[in-house]
């Protein structure tokens, strides 16, 4: 199980912008494929975007297409996710993890960190 810290959430009006970052201590992120996971109260996990490790390929969701943007700086072993023209059904908690990109799955049994929350809302 890879060790990446998720950070950057916080509360924001609906239609502005936040940066999530995922962090990884301990290992090189660029050869891993990184997906952003978002989970709202009583709902399930969805997996959101995604970047795969060889070429930077990207994948989303539908309804964050155009809105979310997904990109890697391997000189910050950081992987980020910018937010912008946020809505209130995107309030949910984010967790990044090691990701199938093909699907926008987790792998690994328990791959979740403790996540950062965000709340939009005015």
């Known amino acids: 199980q890879l060790q990446l810290v998720e950070s950057g959430g916080g509360l924001v009006q609906p239609g502005g912008s936040l940066r999530l970052s995922c962090a990884a201590s301990?290992?090189?992120?660029?050869?891993?494929?990184i997906g952003w996971f978002r989970q709202a109260p009583g709902k399930a996990r969805e997996g959101v975007p995604c970047?795969?490790?060889?070429?930077?390929?990207?994948n989303y969701l539908d309804s964050v297409k155009g809105r979310f943007a997904i990109s890697r700086d391997n000189t910050q072993n950081t992987v980020y996710l910018q937010m912008n023209s946020l809505k209130p059904e995107d309030t949910a908690v984010y967790y990044c993890?090691?990701?199938?990109?093909?699907?926008?799955?987790?792998?690994?049994?328990?791959?979740w960190g403790k996540g950062t929350l965000v709340t939009v809302s005015s």
């Open positions: 970047i795969a490790s060889r070429g930077g390929r990207t």
């Open positions: 301990g290992f090189t992120l660029r050869y891993y494929s």
């Open positions: 993890a090691e990701a199938d990109c093909a699907f926008i799955r987790p792998m690994g049994m328990d791959p």
